[in-house]
């Protein structure tokens, strides 16, 4: 209720309530700005003021309150509790102390009037305009000084980046290779030293590995890393087949390919020099590259060396190792399993190595795939038909193992492509007797039989010169120097193309080297058994021809042999004296017969001794003709 008021403090009081309005209104505008500090001021809004106007008549109303419904009722008490509900609290006193002292200057200005005039004059003052910057008029919500506005567009500076503060500052690295087999304790000791890293290390005994695991500062960890593959790893080597045509893919200009992958794998690479050669029509024409270093290096530079092999072709051959035995089972009865194998894999050759070839590996050329797919297909089919066949063991005698295998391995060949089985015979130095056939129990019984039968297709005996050489003190020497005559005259020759047999002679040098006379055994071998006594009978007739007495010899120096080649014609016209000079320095002269000093003697001993002397006179010539040589 306002009744009581003078016009003037009514005046004053309505004034004061306008004044709280307008303060609760900028108070609130005031916290939204608070709350979204980083929302940039907006220029165009009007600046709030207040200002004391003069003194209004009674009953008077502002004009935006011409509905007496809508007018507002001014209480001071009222409107100061209603506004400190809904803004800070500070802003709620300063408008209750605002209203306040306008109505106390009211009063004291109805009041101090002792003229006598009604009207009260108030003296008209300037509006004064508040600083929305002002923080003890307008402190900001929540505390802490205000922000500094933002101009519109400006990129904010954000939160500082701490990526750097998170980036570890410490590693651990886990490397597994090889297990050494020198202990590795010191040379890691020294590792650690170096790097100022440390590394634990523990070993499988199983899997033949050693695990490092490295830890400390990343640039400590990365120099031992580097140190434990490099000096704990062992040397491993590997070769790597690829397409004879991919050589000069994989060597480069000057060899700059070789030089970069060893650069950057540490591993050491050759390649074999006759690939840039090859028959261009052979599928399986393939260059070697070694590859040795570490294990880790290694791996990198087979990959490497693939990469390099891609760029020229995509074609790629692979040796798919299997036993020996699975060779003719996987070519079957007639080729058929070869054909099979061919049939299921048309984008790939196949190669299986004979029964005599050096190599055990099966080749298969093609697209890289391709090649992969028929490689397993081919242990497939090879373990399927190993554990599904049975092996029998025949005994023939050794001498008669190659009748069985035949000419260049044709008797193994015809077996396997007759039965589908698969012959081993063991290798001639070896032992044992014992044939092995491994095939199908249906195919087993006749692949025995054509072993059998070949073993006994040629009849066979043997000749030892050694007993030629009766009651001669040195049988071996007698061997020896008769061999080698026979075989620089070729009388084996005749008598082989005289029965039809075959002679299996030790050759020269290992005539030269025999320390046992039972290395030196001749083997008859003929179609019947005729021809096998015939040729022995023949043999037997050229040893008795040439007894122990009609050879002898000297050594001289290798370098002296030449000197003694003018006076072997004349010798051998002359005296019926053939020599054999070898180029070790052994000089050795038979007498062939034909001399008739010596063939008109009737008496054994007589002739015998005749042909020592002519042997012997022989020899001193050569030793005179190399001592008058050595004269300066």
Known sequence: ??????????????????????????????????????????????????????????????????????????????????????????????????????????????????????????????????????????PALGGGSAKAPVAWGAKSAGPRPVANDLKPKRATEVVDLPMMQEAVGQAVLKIMERTGARIDVSHNGVLATSTYVISGPIDSVNRAKREVITKLSPRVTQVVAVPAEARSAVVGVRGRGLQTIQTKTGAVLSVARDGDSFDAGDAFATVDVSISGDSIGVAAAVAMVEAAADKRTTRRVAF????????????????????????????????????????VAIGVAGERAAVQAACAHIREVSNALMSGSQVLCVAVAKRQHRFVVGDKGCGLRDIALATGCSVIVPPPRAASDQISVRGSPVDLPLAVQMVLERAASSAIDTFDPAQAAGAYGRPLLYAQRALRYFHDRARFRRIESEYGAVLRVAAPAAIASATDPAQLVIEITAPSPVSVAGARAALASLFAAFPPHHFNGIDVEPHQVSLLAESVSRLQSVRSVYTLLSPTGGVLVIYEGFNPDVDRVADPAERERKTRELLRQTLEEFRSTLAVSEQP
């Open 1 to 138: 209720m306002t009744s009581h008021l003078s016009p003037a403090a009514q005046f004053a009081a309505a004034a004061a309530a306008e004044a709280e309005a307008e303060a609760v209104a900028l108070a609130e505008s005031v916290s939204a700005a608070a709350i979204v500090d980083s929302a940039p001021a907006d220029e165009g809004l009007p600046v709030p003021y207040l200002a004391i106007c003069p003194a209004a008549p009674p009953g008077y109303v502002p004009p935006e309150f011409t509905d007496e419904a809508t007018a507002p009722v001014v209480d001071c008490v009222d409107a100061t509790a209603a506004t400190a509900s809904a803004v800070d609290k500070n802003v709620a006193r300063q408008v209750s102390s605002a209203a306040v002292m306008f109505e106390n200057a009211a009063v004291d200005s109805a009041v101090g009037s002792d003229d006598g005039n009604s009207d009260v004059v108030v003296e008209e003052r300037k509006s004064k305009v508040v600083d929305l910057n002002d923080q003890e008029l307008f």
């Open 320 to 359: 798919e190792t299997v036993p020996r035995e699975a060779h003719a089972l996987l070519v079957g009865k007639g080729g058929a399993g070869l054909r099979g194998l061919q049939a299921a894999h048309p984008g790939v050759t196949l190669r299986i190595p004979g029964p005599l070839d050096s190599g």
